[in-house]
């Protein structure tokens, strides 16, 4: 055993993971266990100091169920909500399991009541009134200025479209058909395993713009001599004779010119769950909403994205009842299917 067994640990299933996950959520995770390491180390020495507190063992495979409630009670003693220690413990759990150990899922069993009960809150999606200004202020671009059409393309067809912050990174020019406003989706979550390839529907809101962003998109490769079949490329990576590809903080970048213009703080997530929730506001059903946004079930797309509002609720229930309780008033409703037609049998004075 090495002199930092935890770390060991980590990147043998870090290896493992490496393509299996998203760039950004293997990032992420890679941070995570190099914080978690030194949390580890931190209650070992504790351990040392005073054998009833700490960890006894932070080597992956000799942790023990009581260790992993220490490290959740470091944690809360920061003062870290209880979303983020479902991250931290669910992160450590697939550590341990890989090493073949079960001591979180033990430590479930046992210790119940020191593992986080929180319900699961949706993030809000963009306000009507900041979706409308980032759409005007795309409105407002020139179209030969080409960094500032290509940050408000982003943004517009992540509000438009619902797609993923990489599906719109990795999209190609040939997925967007303005002539039927669908969006294809290619890269996908879990593509090759369980992600499958989709279509989407853009909201009538962004087919004007995006047409005038193709214009500033072709110029712009034109004047600087370039070929890509991005619909979103990166002109200085192309000119470093790479792929074109946004990086992700390029895209946070891009964000930002229309975060700074509007005064919106949103981010391409914020974007994704403004589409569910529209495509509920305005009829769309669930069932289609959540197929296009690329879920297993529309259970997903209700719990962390979109679900109708309680005052659409109410009102849809209301028109109900009231159908229900008087029949006739349907009939009344509607139009009759062939009117009358005005003195059909009848001289009418006046006309010849």
Same mark, same amino acid.
């Given at each position: 055993?090495?002199?930092?067994?935890?770390?060991?640990?980590?990147?043998?299933?870090?290896?493992?993971?490496?393509? %299996?996950?998203?760039?950004?959520?293997?990032?992420?995770?890679?941070?995570?266990?190099?914080? !978690?390491?030194?949390? !580890?180390?931190?209650?070992?020495?504790?351990?040392?100091?005073?054998?009833?507190?700490?960890?006894?063992? *932070?080597?992956? %495979?000799?942790?023990?169920?009581?260790?992993? %409630?220490?490290?959740?009670?470091?944690?809360?003693?920061?003062? !870290?909500?209880?979303?983020?220690?479902?991250?931290?413990?669910?992160?450590?759990?697939?550590?341990?399991?890989? /090493?073949?150990?079960?001591?979180?899922?033990?430590?479930?069993?046992?210790?119940?009541?020191?593992?986080?009960?929180?319900?699961?809150?949706?993030?809000?999606?963009?306000?009507? /009134?900041?979706?409308?200004k980032i759409l005007e202020g795309a409105?407002?671009?020139?179209? /030969?200025?080409?960094?500032?059409?290509?940050?408000?393309?982003?943004?517009?067809?992540?509000? *438009?479209?619902?797609?993923?912050?990489?599906?719109?990174?990795?999209?190609?020019?040939?997925?967007?058909?303005?002539?039927?406003?669908?969006?294809?989706?290619?890269?996908?979550?879990?593509?090759?395993?369980?992600? /499958?390839?989709?279509?989407?529907?853009?909201?009538?809101?962004?087919?004007?713009?995006?047409?005038?962003?193709?214009?500033?998109?072709?110029?712009?490769?034109?004047?600087?001599?370039?070929?890509?079949?991005?619909?979103?490329?990166?002109?200085?990576?192309?000119?470093?004779?790479?792929?074109?590809?946004?990086?992700?903080?390029?895209?946070?970048?891009?964000?930002?010119?229309?975060?700074?213009?509007?005064?919106?703080?949103?981010?391409?997530?914020? *974007?994704?769950?403004?589409?569910?929730?529209?495509?509920?506001?305005?009829?769309?059903?669930?069932d289609s909403t959540s197929r296009m946004?690329?879920?297993?079930?529309?259970?997903?797309?209700?719990?962390?994205?979109?679900?109708?509002?309680?005052?659409?609720?109410?009102?849809?229930?209301q028109k109900a009842w009231t159908v229900?309780?008087?029949?006739?008033?349907?009939?009344?409703?509607?139009?009759?299917?062939?009117?009358?037609?005005?003195?059909?049998?009848?001289?009418?004075?006046?006309?010849?």
């Open positions: 055993m090495g002199r930092y067994p935890f770390m060991e640990a980590v990147n043998r299933y870090l290896d493992v993971m490496q393509g %299996v996950l998203a760039e950004s959520t293997y990032s992420e995770l890679k941070r995570r266990f190099k914080r !978690m390491n030194k949390d !580890m180390m931190e209650l070992a020495k504790l351990n040392k100091m005073d054998k009833g507190k700490g960890i006894r063992n *932070c080597t992956p %495979v000799k942790m023990s169920d009581q260790d992993v %409630v220490a490290y959740m009670g470091l944690l809360r003693g920061r003062g !870290m909500k209880d979303g983020g220690i479902d991250h931290n413990i669910d992160a450590l759990a697939g550590l341990l399991r890989y /090493e073949g150990n079960a001591a979180v899922d033990r430590a479930k069993a046992r210790f119940p009541q020191h593992f986080p009960h929180n319900s699961v809150r949706r993030q809000d999606p963009i306000s009507d /009134e900041d979706r409308k409105a407002k671009v020139p179209t /030969e200025d080409w960094r500032r059409m290509e940050a408000y393309a982003l943004s517009v067809l992540g509000i *438009c479209s619902g797609l993923r912050p990489k599906e719109l990174r990795l999209a190609k020019l040939k997925d967007l058909n303005l002539n039927r406003s669908v969006m294809h989706a290619e890269e996908v979550k879990g593509k090759g395993r369980y992600g /499958e390839p989709r279509d989407t529907a853009i909201h009538p809101d962004g087919p004007p713009f995006l047409r005038r962003y193709l214009q500033a998109r072709a110029q712009a490769l034109i004047g600087e001599y370039l070929i890509s079949d991005l619909l979103f490329p990166s002109l200085q990576n192309l000119q470093k004779g790479r792929s074109g590809e946004f990086s992700v903080n390029g895209t946070t970048v891009l964000r930002a010119i229309v975060k700074q213009e509007t005064g919106v703080d949103f981010d391409l997530r914020a *974007c994704r769950r403004t589409f569910g929730q529209n495509c509920l506001d305005q009829g769309v059903p669930l946004m690329g879920h297993a079930t529309s259970k997903t797309t209700e719990t962390y994205y979109a679900r109708k509002k309680n005052d659409q609720a109410v009102a849809e229930a229900n309780t008087n029949p006739n008033l349907e009939s009344q409703m509607q139009p009759a299917s062939n009117p009358p037609l005005i003195g059909k049998k009848e001289y009418l004075p006046g006309y010849g």
